[in-house]
């Protein structure tokens, strides 16, 4: 059975910087692309990254500057980093794999929390 289990958020200072990682087991599909998603308290989710399974990277623009995602194939694991933390970056981020038919796999998330 799949399980994506994200970590690495926390609260953190404006300006300052995280890593999330988001660890696959189980999963037969490690190579298919892997997103990461946000949902900020009373918004709706909102897409952040992808990478695709040739190692091609989408950042949505208005984070593209400050967000990055890559991957360790050799350790089933995603991760996302953030750099220049806004108070408005505050979320709930979860990873969710792409499967062969389009949907996704999610997380269960790893809250992000940016204030001084």
């Known amino acids: 059975q799949v399980q994506l289990v994200e970590s690495g958020g926390g609260l953190v200072q404006p300006g300052g910087s995280l890593r999330l990682a988001c660890v696959a087991s189980g999963s037969p599909f490690r190579f298919n692309p892997m997103n990461w998603f946000r949902q900020a308290p009373g918004k709706q989710r909102e897409f952040v990254a992808r990478?695709?399974?040739?190692?091609?990277?989408n950042v949505t623009d208005s984070l593209k500057d400050r967000f990055t995602i890559s991957r360790d194939t050799s350790r089933n694991t995603w991760y996302l980093q953030m750099d220049g933390l806004k108070p408005e970056d505050t979320a709930i981020y979860y990873c969710?794999?792409?499967?062969?038919?389009?949907?996704?796999?999610w997380g269960r998330g790893t809250q992000v929390t940016v204030s001084s």
């Open positions: 990478i695709t399974s040739g190692g091609s990277t």
């Open positions: 969710a794999l792409t499967l062969p038919n389009n949907s996704y796999y």
